[in-house]
């Protein structure tokens, strides 16, 4: 998937360290916790928590410096249910429509894998993001916990 002079491709267990890298500077930006053992543990095996799971998870790469400029997952929450999460941005990747193309590739990579439902959980300080969630038309339901990263949860009907 190209757009402009981005690509997206799956990631490996090659790319931990560039994503941990990313999604940790991307949070500090905001003033939130990277937990390696909570809520980002997921990225300690990408292929076995994404992948081997019906899952995706996808890298935005800049195709003029070959560098990792985006990041987002699927994972699997059971057959009919996955879950938008590591939507993060570096910030001289945001304001060029790039959040949205890859938005779109999440939807459309959900659809592929037959889930009937995307789920997120987001917090108050990602602005940017939970407008673009609200204009592709997710709809914020209760959050199944509130944490030092969560206070908000939405979901979209694929079907």
């Known amino acids: 998937m190209i757009y402009k002079r981005f690509t997206i491709r799956p ?3 090659k790319d931990i360290a560039a994503i941990k890298k990313l999604v940790s500077e991307v949070l500090q930006e905001y003033h939130l916790p990277f937990s390696e053992t909570g809520k980002d543990d997921d990225l300690n095996d990408i292929e076995q928590n994404y992948f081997k799971r019906n899952g995706y998870f996808g890298t935005a790469i800049d195709t003029s410096t070959n560098e990792i400029v985006g990041t987002f997952g699927l ?6 249910i996955c879950e938008l ?6 910030k001289t990747a ?3 429509g790039l959040g949205r193309f890859i938005l779109m590739a999440a939807i459309e990579l959900a659809k592929e894998k037959k ?3 995307i789920v997120l959980e987001t917090i108050t300080p990602l602005k940017e993001a939970i407008s673009l969630y609200k204009r592709y038309g997710f ?21």
Request: glycine fraction near 4%.
């Open 11 to 13: 990631a490996g267990n």
């Open 75 to 80: 994972y699997a929450k059971n057959k009919d």
């Open 85 to 90: 999460r590591k939507m993060y941005l570096i």
């Open 94 to 96: 945001r304001g060029q």
């Open 115 to 117: 889930y009937t439902k």
């Open 139 to 159: 709809k914020e339901i209760p959050p199944s916990e509130i944490n030092e990263r969560v206070d908000q949860a939405f979901e979209l009907q694929l079907l």
